[in-house]
């Protein structure tokens, strides 16, 4: 089963990874790490006007695994917006612990993780890319509104 999960198709995902390295000026950096296993993503973004992912650079240290999950995803990612990202995250959420069938449309190529459901030790590194991503493009949007509240501070 082990030679299953780490089939070609796997090890040539990780070994080509759209996007590698930093953006000069991001508007949106996120970073996760998958604890189990150490494997960590550092995920830059610039938006357009519409809020779509306009640039994307990604630094991965992961499994074979995570660098393929993150191979797809920097494939595809150009023009996703936060919505597609969650939902893709969600999606594989579920793909990996509900049975569920995975992402859709553009992010379809990360069905090819399926079998990475039998090993729950692996499916936080799985996901440590789109996580960051989803991070990034929502500090890129946050810094986009400006807080709005207004402080009470000193209010009588």
Known sequence: ?????YSARI?????????SGRLA?????????A????SKAVVDVTLDDDGRIAAFAQDVKACALGQ???????????GASAEEIAATRDAMAAMLKAGGEGPEGRFEGLRALKLVADYPARHASTMVAIEATLDAVRQALARRSPDTRTSLAGAA
């Open 1 to 5: 089963m082990i030679d299953e999960l």
């Open 68 to 78: 393929a999950a993150a191979g797809v995803l920097g494939e595809s990612v150009i």
């Open 25 to 33: 000026a991001p508007q949106g950096t996120g970073e996760r790490v």
């Open 11 to 19: 090890l040539k995902l990780a070994a080509n990874m759209p996007h």
């Open 35 to 38: 604890k189990l296993c150490g």
